[in-house]
């Protein structure tokens, strides 16, 4: 009889339609989990510039949590829209009191 290899093994699994089921079913978890995040954070963008908008300028705080919202949105691979709305706040008045 003879012996199976770990190579051999390894090549069984790596052409099996399982195994490229489980990554398949991977990545649709991560893209999945991914774009929920993008979602949230970009909601959370709007609200802050819309509450910007409305009081007619930002604060050193508002200012931080804005860019720290934008660098972590682009690290999801977010579009231009939430950078776009961030620009506009950011063109209203720094008011230096820490009023939120």
Known sequence: MEQVTTTQVLIAILGSSLL????????????????TQQILLLSAIEALTDKISRQ???TQMQTLRLQEAQTQYKKLGGD???????????A???RHDNAA
């Open 56 to 58: 007619g300028y930002r």
């Open 92 to 94: 209203l008045p720094l």
């Open 20 to 35: 490229t089921t489980i990554f398949t079913k991977l990545f649709d978890y991560f893209t999945s989990a991914k774009k």
């Open 80 to 90: 231009g829209y939430a950078t776009a709305i961030i620009n506009e706040a950011m």
